[in-house]
C-alpha cells in the first residue's frame, strides 16, 4: 500500500516561500501546514509576514493564530500538532504542504524527532538564565560541554535558549541530550522543494521588507501587544524585531537602532537557516525564486506524485 504524500517547501526567510506555496496549493488542491515558530501567534502579524486573511481563504493554512502570545509552544507541541494537521489533510485525500523556514520545526517533521520531556517547573530554567547574565553565553556553553561534548559541538554558544534546554534534558532524564535524539522514520512519504536566492539579493529583499512592516505598522502592532500585558521577553517575542522596537517603545534605543538590528539580526538567521537547509542538500530540489517558477515546482510534483513509492 502506498504510503501517502508530503510536499515541504523550503528556503530562508524573504525567498517568497508563503507566495510560492500559495500558488502550487491551488494549482494542486494542496492545504498548507505552517513550519514556521513565529506564526503561531495571534495579534504578532505583521513582523512575521504572516499569510494575510486573503491568502488563508484562497488555500486553507494549519498551525497559525493558534496560540496566545503568552502561551509557550514546545518543539514536541508543534510536532504532535503538525502530524495530527498532516494525517488530517491526508485522511480527506488532499496533499499537504509542509513550509516553512524553522529548521528545527521541519526536521523534527521530516526526520522523526521525538522530543525529550521538560522539566515540571521553570526554577533550572531561570537559574541558568541567571548564569548567562552574570557570567556570559560562553560560561553557560562551557557547562554544557562538560555534560555533553557532542551537543556542545553542535550547538551555538551564542543560542542561549537552545544551550539551556540542552542542559533542562540532561537534568530531567539523567542522560546526555546527544544520546536521546531518536529519529523515527515519518509515516509519509516525502517530496522536499527548495526555494532560493543569491545571498545580496535576498538581503535587499529583506531590507525591503523590513521597510514595509514599518510602513504597515510594525511599531503600532508591538505598541497593542505591550499594552495588552505580553511581556518582552516572552519565547513568543523573541520572533526578530519584536524586542528591537519594544526596546524603541521603552526609551531604550532609538528608532533607527532598533531596526539597524533587526536587520543585523534577519541576515544572521539567514545564515542560521543555510545550515538546516543546505545548498549541497541532494535531497532537496532546488529552484530559484523568480517569477513563474511555480511551473517547474508543479512539475517536479507531479512526476514525483506519479512515482511508485
Known amino acids: 500500500m502506498s504510503r501517502p504524500a ?6 530562508p526567510t524573504a525567498v517568497g516561500k508563503t507566495e510560492r506555496s500559495l500558488v502550487l496549493a491551488e494549482r494542486l488542491g494542496a492545504e498548507i501546514v505552517s513550519a514556521d515558530s513565529r506564526l503561531l501567534y495571534r495579534g504578532m502579524d505583521i513582523g512575521t509576514a504572516k499569510p494575510s486573511a486573503e491568502a488563508r481563504r484562497r488555500v486553507p493554512h494549519h498551525l497559525i493564530d493558534v496560540a496566545e502570545p503568552g502561551e509557550t509552544w514546545s518543539l514536541a507541541a508543534f510536532r504532535q500538532a503538525a502530524l495530527a494537521a498532516i494525517a488530517d489533510i491526508q485522511s480527506r485525500s488532499r496533499l499537504a504542504f509542509l513550509v516553512g523556514g524553522t529548521g ?5 517533521i521530516l526526520q522523526g524527532w521525538s522530543p525529550p520531556p521538560r522539566p515540571v517547573d521553570d526554577t533550572l530554567r531561570r537559574n541558568l538564565e541567571t548564569l548567562a547574565l552574570e557570567q556570559g553565553a560562553t560560561a553557560l556553553h562551557q557547562r554544557l560541554r562538560q555534560v555533553d561534548p557532542s551537543s556542545a559541538d ?8 537552545r544551550v539551556i534546554r540542552a542542559l533542562e534534558i540532561a537534568s530531567v532524564t539523567g542522560k546526555r541530550p546527544s544520546d536521546l535524539r531518536v529519529m523515527m522514520p515519518p ?9 532560493a536566492l543569491p545571498r545580496l539579493e535576498l538581503f535587499a529583499r529583506i531590507d525591503a521588507r523590513i521597510d514595509a512592516m514599518l510602513e504597515q505598522g510594525w511599531v503600532d502592532e508591538v505598541r497593542r501587544l505591550l499594552a495588552a500585558g505580553v511581556s518582552p521577553d516572552l519565547p513568543s ?10 526596546g524603541y517603545l521603552s526609551g531604550q534605543t532609538s528608532l533607527e537602532a532598533a531596526v539597524e538590528h533587526i536587520r543585523r ?6 545564515r542560521r537557516q543555510a545550515n538546516w537547509f543546505k545548498a549541497g542538500d541532494a535531497t532537496i530540489t ?8 511555480e511551473a517547474a515546482a508543479e512539475t517536479t510534483v507531479l ?5 511508485p513509492d
Not at 508530503?6 to 528556503?11: C, D, P, S
Not at 517575542?237 to 519594544?246: E, Q, T, V
Not at 539580526?265 to 539567514?270: D, F, G, K, L
Open 265 to 270: 539580526a534577519s541576515r544572521v538567521y539567514v
Open 303 to 307: 512526476t514525483w506524485l506519479d512515482q
Open 286 to 293: 532546488w529552484f530559484d525564486s523568480r517569477p513563474g517558477v
Open 237 to 246: 517575542m523573541s520572533a526578530i524585531g519584536y524586542r528591537s522596537i519594544a
Open 187 to 195: 509515516p509519509f512519504r516525502v517530496l522536499k522543494i527548495g526555494f
Open 154 to 161: 553542535r550547538i551555538d554558544p551564542r543560542n542561549v535558549r
Open 104 to 108: 528545527q520545526y521541519v526536521t523534527a
Open 6 to 11: 508530503l510536499v515541504a517547501i523550503l528556503g
